[in-house]
């Protein structure tokens, strides 16, 4: 049986092309490599070769013919010991029906992309569901967490502190590595002592090269360790961003679950004081809006504690957005070994009747104290602390907004395609019939923060601006 | 030919012969392999089986096959998105191989990955990256990963001449040296980054010199001479499994075809790519010497064709008739569910 030699799709986007020029008469000898003919595709011509060996049997579509369908049966070659009679046979029917030559698959009729799609399209129309579509932003209902009665008082940073060290303890894999993060311990002092306990095997000073050391981790982390990288602060990661998405976040699903990559990126986020355009951002939204990754962002001691804990123990790369203006502040914290917050379980930090306020990291504080205000005017606010940015607790937020019938999201973060944006849509797709206003952003003002104390300070939500925000959606006054 | 194991044993030095007769054989088997794979998936590509992106690996096969033979079992290789070579030369299976390149639920990554993302953590092949230099970073992280864990590994890094100009490569070139970090980065210069000469790219041509800011030994290599790729492979896996350090090994190779299957490669003249053809190529070259050695003859070359084509011809066949990933797949491997 002769070989077919079909109309090739030398692009991504090819569907037929022009058969320029025959480089080979009939009767030529050709072997596996051999250019055969020149093709103009959508793009550029291109040289066509020979994937077997013989004797260029036939030409079935003379040179200069255009809009030449692929996969169309351009020529035939005769395979060692054919001869000419075997031709004719091979002409006749249709390239889709001939049989497979022996030494090569070319008469299989190509299933051109159009299955998959079709088969997306298809689906099950539950599958359109857009909690379905964010299956992995979203958490499932949970169970209540658990409580702890014995407590210690402790700073955010030193909560932090211990959470690494107790995995560390728990777990030879767990290494902390970053600038700054052994000798001088820490450049805020996250990781004390964490070198005199562990040694600089498991805590790396690493030279100032984030996209190298954070690329170098997630390396670490196929081969099955567990790195937890410390940003000095969030600002820097956006030289390391193509690894915590391209490699990080994405191997799983390109290996096709075989082969994920544990590791934390953990670090200051957000602004600070007076530090100005560049070191002053929130890149919750950046990274929440990537699937493969899980975004932390906790408020208190007791979150950053537990919270961390989970990310080091999670399988999956896990973002974790600390507060530089938190570290100092002091939190009581269970004080209990297996103390753990479950990833995607946000917390009603005060309950409220009236009005869902959603915040997290240093705005929960604001939030809290916002509520205060505002119950001495009237309005009792349920302040929810989301601590996992993603996947985010809708099933809290949800349940909150159909008891309040209202929402006010407050972040740090620029507005657009913000968090809020995110809570205000799946309050619109969840609880519309729930609602009696729409609901309200409080954001970071849409420019880069700038350096002056008094235009900084109108940048950064404050108080005020949330109770106004509340106001405004309870039509109070 | 059943298909590679694992790893191969390390090749025995034999008397004053580098290598011996007998592995020489299996060279022109294991190049032959990937040769013909190649052939195959860019016929599939033409068909359409194949979509999207498609790199292939002819011309540059000594590479892979001479430093694979330096590898020992715990070993790692980690490279671009030209790749499929890399992963049969670690022993992956053609048909896994091949039905990812059509995005069958047979393939490597059950079709999710395609041709330039392949993993095989039991054969120690760490991808298969899109991301021109971003496997640099990451493969100086698998060798961290050896040393952290002490299993005498070596990671085998590969890149290309384009990705040499990428700063992470340097950011990764400083902290193996700083570390000592157990890993031979392979820069595969086939003279073009794309359309790009390496002349038209690099300030100074010789690539192998760009570690010696940071003191890493290294040297270029005829990368179309399986047996010169394989002697120095065996000096680069030495200095850095005996805690030296890391290593540069540039091979001067050369890619017959384009930079990717649209790539019409109007670059560089067609005499250039003939003469590398019929002078260099290393499949060619090995062939005349076990035939002049006399350890094979013409029918057993036969034999060892027939046996090649009959993998690549079953992995075409099993990656057109392995199913399509079932719809519900779409949402999976996005997390691993705690």
């Known amino acids: ?477 | 030919m059943s298909q590679a194991p694992r790893r191969k044993p390390r090749v025995q030095k034999s008397g004053d012969q580098l290598v011996s007769p007998e592995d020489l054989v299996r060279f022109y088997k294991d190049m032959l392999l990937i040769r013909r794979f190649e052939e195959k998936a860019g016929q599939l590509y033409g068909m359409g089986l194949i979509g999207g992106f498609c790199h292939l690996y002819i011309g540059q096969e000594a590479v892979v096959v001479g430093l694979e033979a330096c590898s020992e079992e715990q070993d790692t290789v980690i490279t671009s998105y030209r790749d499929h070579g890399h992963m049969l030369a670690s022993g992956m299976d053609a048909k896994g191989v091949m039905a990812e390149l059509t995005g069958r639920r047979g393939g490597y990554s059950k079709g999710k990955g395609g041709s330039m993302h392949m993993f095989s953590a039991e054969k120690g092949f760490f991808g298969g990256h899109g991301i021109v230099a971003a496997q640099v970073p990451l493969g100086t992280g698998l060798a961290f990963a050896h040393q952290y864990s002490g299993d005498n590994g070596v990671c085998f890094c590969y890149l290309g001449d384009g990705a040499v100009n990428q700063g992470q490569v340097y950011e990764s070139f400083n902290m193996a040296a700083l570390w000592k970090l157990p890993v031979v980065y392979v820069i595969e210069n086939n003279r073009y980054g794309m359309g790009t000469s390496v002349e038209r790219a690099s300030a100074n041509p010789d690539l192998h010199l760009r570690g010696s800011a940071y003191g890493i030994a290294s040297e270029a290599v005829d990368g179309m001479s399986v047996e010169a790729v394989f002697e120095a492979g065996q000096r680069a896996a030495e200095h850095a499994r005996s805690g030296k350090g890391p290593y540069i090994l540039e091979a001067k190779t050369y890619r017959y075809r384009g930079h990717s299957m649209s790539d019409p490669a109007k670059y560089r003249s067609k005499e250039e790519v003939a003469k590398m053809r019929s002078e260099h190529d290393p499949i060619d070259q090995v062939k005349n010497k076990i035939l002049g050695l006399g350890v094979i003859d013409e029918d057993g070359l036969k034999e060892i064709d027939k046996e090649v084509k009959a993998i690549v011809t079953e992995s075409a066949e099993f990656a057109q008739t392995s199913p399509e990933p079932d719809p519900s797949e779409l949402y999976t491997d996005v997390l691993i569910e705690a």
């Open chain 1, 1 to 477: 049986m002769p070989i077919q030699v079909l109309m090739p799709a030398l692009s991504p986007t090819m569907t037929e092309g022009k058969l320029a020029k025959w480089c080979k008469k009939e009767g030529d000898t050709v072997a596996a490599g051999d250019v055969i003919a020149e093709i103009e595709t959508d793009k550029a011509t291109m040289e066509f070769e020979a994937a077997d060996e013989g004797v260029l049997g036939k030409i079935l579509v003379q040179e200069g013919t255009e809009g030449v369908a692929v996969n169309t049966l351009i020529a035939l070659i005769l395979a060692d010991g054919e001869d000419a009679s075997a031709l004719d046979a091979a002409a006749a029917p249709a390239p889709a029906a001939a049989p497979v030559a022996a030494a090569s698959v070319v008469a299989a009729p190509a299933p051109v992309a159009a299955a998959p799609v079709a088969a997306v399209a298809a689906g099950p129309a539950e599958e359109l569901d857009p909690v379905i579509l964010t299956k992995t932003a979203y958490s499932g209902p949970m169970p209540d967490e658990k409580t702890y009665d014995k407590t210690v008082r402790m700073t955010v940073r030193e909560a932090l502190r211990d959470a690494m060290a107790e995995e560390m303890r728990r777990d030879e894999k767990v290494f902390l590595l970053g600038e700054e993060v052994a000798q001088y311990q820490g450049a805020y002092k996250v990781s004390q002592g964490l070198l005199d306990e562990f040694g600089p095997k498991r805590v790396v000073d690493t030279p100032i090269t984030e996209l190298g050391f954070t690329g170098m981790a997630a390396g670490a982390a196929f081969k099955g360790l567990r790195p937890i990288v410390e940003f000095m602060t969030f600002n820097f990661s956006m030289q390391a961003i193509d690894h915590i998405i391209n490699s990080a976040a994405k191997t799983l699903y390109m290996a096709g679950g075989q082969l994920g990559c544990p590791i934390v990126f953990r670090g200051a986020n957000g602004a600070a004081a007076r530090v100005g355009a560049q070191h002053s951002q929130c890149y919750a939204s950046w990274y929440a809006h990537c699937p493969g990754l899980k975004v932390l962002s906790p408020w208190s001691a007791a979150d950053a504690k537990g919270l961390l804990k989970a990310a080091i123990r999670d399988p999956n790369p896990v973002v974790f957005l600390e507060n530089e203006i938190l570290y100092g502040q002091s939190f009581d914290v269970p004080d209990d070994p297996d103390y753990i917050i479950p990833i995607g379980k946000a917390k009603i930090e005060r309950p409220g009747t009236d009005v869902t306020i959603t915040a997290f990291s240093l705005m929960v504080g604001t939030a809290l104290e916002a509520a205060e205000v505002l119950a001495a005017q009237g309005i009792s606010a349920e302040v929810i602390n989301l601590r996992s940015i993603r996947p985010l607790d809708v099933p809290t937020i949800v349940q909150s907004v159909k008891k309040t019938n209202r929402c006010v999201s407050v972040e740090e973060g620029w507005p657009f395609a913000g968090i809020g944006s995110e809570i205000s849509s799946v309050v619109n797709e969840q609880a519309f019939d729930w609602l009696d206003a729409p609901v309200r952003r409080v954001t970071g003002v849409d420019v880069p923060m700038p350096y002056a104390a008094n235009l900084e300070k109108l940048v950064v939500p404050d108080v005020n601006r949330i109770v106004e925000a509340v106001k405004a959606v309870c039509y109070a006054s």
